[in-house]
């Protein structure tokens, strides 16, 4: 069957190209229709012609040389530095023998396209190579550099899984699309373990696959054993974003056999490479292995397939992915799914905020077509009225103007991805506007990688931000005030030393260096703990968020009371979650209005509060699912 298609496309193909383009083969690599030819500079110059041939096949086409026209390396690599100017500032260079891509890593990536692409056309045109141009980090990043690798000397391995996952995708549908249907498999009802399987009559698509990391064993992992839940029938895994309780068991299955894609942006790859290997890392520190390790999730990024806000891509016999902008943290997405022929159109937010941050824009609420939107509830509850963000931003910098003021010291706990560069910018304006003291700030565990990423992805943050870098020259994440904590002596010296702002992972106090600092600081009345995120029931923060003085904590296998001094202090408005005011405009404002709306992320009486209110406000069918329940969306 696959075949047939295949030959059908070809046929198409070479109808449509000038006679001149030598075809030398076509081949189906993942969702992409990629076109072989002698002479592909042909081709790239008429790009209108690839953009209406990929909209009648309805396939995204990719254009490759035939190994024979490719350029010795050694000569291309002078050839490039002939084409691109050196503003650029190529940073290296590297071959991709299978794909026939030559990538270019470059400090200014856009002078490497040049306007319109020209530049790059001119790579192709001279050299037969297709250049593929990657950022080079402000901020040297390991986790970046990892991935690369992984990609680079895995190259073979990645073709051969793409063109296994091409047969299976352009295989056509077997079955009419009658139904569709959502199982919950965590995270309803609850926060943590997010996970939910989306089934057709010729697909099955995961949504998520995370854990609750303050969920005891029992409550920790998603419901992966339920009947309808098999791993060989698996056609996609979808990834709203990389924090854990949506990323966290996603390696668990590679362990146990999925050799399926996976769908995100490229920086929710890299932040949850981050994210998981720390898990493990660890689980091994406090003895307490996982069910999956290194290799596992190597395999992973393997596995994965990177895709922009707004690119459509077939990820099953039927069904289409478009990922939108979801304002939560730096390529956080929702997933647009348009299931059959249009039979219907479902999304799925993740965690979402709708309101423009200083760190990204705000959530899209305009789709093409939509029947049934499941979203998040985490602040669903009629009491979750926050401040605005200038609000926050006053109140808390009125508590570290005070702090320092006293001779103490400010500690923030912050999730290493997303509020800790939101505080970064906020620090770093009011620092270099005066209006609090100029004093260090640390930045602890990893928060100084998550922020690496960040520099290598700027297309992905706010306008502001962007043009902030691109056109005054400034970037916050780079500045002067901030110092990368390097080693336990450094952090003993910090707590003894002069006034200072800290900020340090985990956001919820449950494990990492803010555990350390805050033994450290507990007891000095000076200092100030300040609370920007949400801690969950369970976790060290909850505790001393509600008051507790006295904190028993393990130390050398020995329990330690530690007395809490120290002023605590809990700030609204920094969350990268929308209040209950935007969940209600959202829903308001979405466009097209679904039919049906259906609650997961959030606690259970502040999913089914929401819920309440949208039916009674807006009179849309909303539902409020239990784990393990079947939902039928078609």
Sequence with gaps: MTSEILE?????????LPERVQVAKVEFEGPEVVIYTKNPEIITENGDLIRNLAKDLRKRIIIRSDKSVLLDPEKTIDKIHEIVPEEAMITNISFDEVTGEVVIEAK???????????????VVKNTGWAPKILRTPPISSEIIERVRNTLKHNSKERKKILQDLGARIHQGSKYENEWARLTSMGGFREVGRS??????????VLLDCGVN???????AY????????????LDAVIISHAHLDHTGFLPYLYHYGYEGPIYCTAPTRDLMTLLQLDHIDIAHREDDPLPFNIKHVQKSIKHTITLDYGEVTDISPDIRLTLHNAGHILGSAMAHMHIGDGQHNMVYTGDFKYERSRLLEPATSRFPRVETVVMESTYGGHEDVQPSRNNAEKQ??????????RGGKVLLPVFAVGRAQELMIVLEEYMRHGMIDEVPIYIDGMIWEATAIHTARPEYLSKDLRDQIFHMGRNPFISEAFHKVQNVNERKDIVEGEPCIILSTSGMLTGGNSVEYFKWLSEDEKSTLIFVGYQSEGSLGRRIQKGWKEIPLKEEGKTKVYNVKMEIKTIEGFSGHSNRRQLMEYVKKLSPRPEKVIMCHGDA????DLASSVHRSYKIETKTPLNLECTRIQ
């Design 213 to 219: 990391v303050a969920g005891d064993e029992k409550n």
């Design 396 to 405: 808390m910098m009125k508590t570290i103007y005070k702090t320092l003021k």
């Design 108 to 122: 200014k990536p856009g002078l490497v396209i040049g306007k319109y692409g020209v530049t790059s056309r001119e």
């Design 222 to 233: 998603p419901f992966l054993n339920v009947p309808e839940f098999s791993l060989s029938d």
């Design 195 to 204: 996970c939910m399987l989306l089934q057709t009559p010729n697909s099955r």
């Design 8 to 16: 059908e496309i070809k046929k198409t193909i070479v109808q449509r």
């Design 605 to 608: 009486y502040k999913t089914l």
